[in-house]
């Protein structure tokens, strides 16, 4: 019973780091309309300013021994997560920057599904034909999206969308996949990561004080406290459901750019974004009335 009941509080602990992930990532948008410079002026200042913040948490919690944790450059799970992320990293901004913002985070819809067919393939996690089914779905309204962007222009960003949610689902089963190791110290790795790869192409000619500020913002509140909790919150669920709460940015993140700025997205969006949604809202009732078998063997 005592098993049982520290199940639920690491699951419940897991669901409410994940929604404050997925409110804290829904603000990519803004901040990207926001910013007057370069894609890769803004990935490597928030890199920057992120790794140092999650470093910095990683001391305050553990002192010098949490250091140690950078042991997670010795595992294959750690690996992946941390090039994955980075990945994730710059195929986001350059999607938010080439279409709409509505089109980026409706695409991000389908990584539940994207992160299944990961779990399948890494760590055998059973995946029911209700999953596949939506998953079919959403690809359909992902094609009306893509189609819509086909005479409006955005279709590379639409591309770039579809890249960052496949680097995102993996970046998730990574983190479910090495759960015993720290995941923190991945987090703080590829943003560190981000700015010395993106630092040959940044141009800090152009930032002033207003956007300085706006930069560190990004970087702590986006970046920093987005990864440091999808990283602890996906540890205490299975990919699917994980990746499932993570689309709570997709209502969030044009609501905010509608506020700033009025942009409205185009119909092809409104009715692609209708049957994603649709087909995510399936996929989380169904699991909730019918939970996934128990997965034999998984590690």
């Known amino acids: 019973m005592q098993d049982m009941s520290d199940t639920a509080r690491q699951i419940r602990i897991g669901i409410i780091l994940l929604v404050l992930s997925a409110a804290c990532y829904s603000t990519a948008g803004l901040f990207t309309r926001l910013i007057d410079t370069s894609v890769w002026t803004m990935l490597c200042i928030r890199g920057l300013v992120a790794g140092f913040f999650i470093l910095a948490i990683m001391l305050a919690r553990e002192g010098r021994a949490g250091l140690a944790q950078f042991g997670v450059f010795r595992s294959a799970p750690g690996l992946v997560a941390i090039a994955a992320s980075v990945l994730a990293m710059i195929f986001n901004l350059n999607a938010y920057l080439n279409t709409s913002v509505a089109n980026v985070v409706l695409i991000y819809a389908t990584a539940p599904f994207v992160a299944a067919g990961f779990s399948w393939l890494l760590l055998r996690e059973p995946v029911q034909a209700s999953t596949l089914w939506a998953s079919f779905v959403a690809l359909l309204g992902v094609v009306v999206i893509v189609g819509g962007s086909l005479e409006g222009g955005g279709l590379l960003g639409d591309a770039y969308a579809m890249a960052m949610t496949f680097f995102m689902a993996l970046m998730i089963v990574a983190v479910r996949w090495g759960k015993a ?7 703080c790795a590829s943003a560190f990561a981000s700015f010395l790869i993106t630092l040959p192409l940044a141009d800090f000619g152009t930032i002033d004080g207003e956007i300085l ?21 996906a540890r205490h669920l299975n990919s699917g459901q994980a990746a499932l709460i993570s689309t709570l940015d997709v209502p969030l993140a044009p609501l905010w750019v509608w506020i700033a700025f009025a942009d409205m997205p185009p119909l092809a969006t409104v009715i692609g974004g209708f049957v994603v949604m649709t087909a995510v809202v399936f996929s989380i009732l169904y699991s909730q009335r019918a939970p996934a078998p128990a997965a034999e063997g998984t590690s």
């Open 213 to 233: 500020v706006l930069l560190v913002a990004f970087g702590i509140t986006q970046l920093g406290l987005g990864i440091l909790f999808l990283t602890l919150g």
């Open 181 to 187: 190791h720290s995941m923190v110290a991945m987090a």
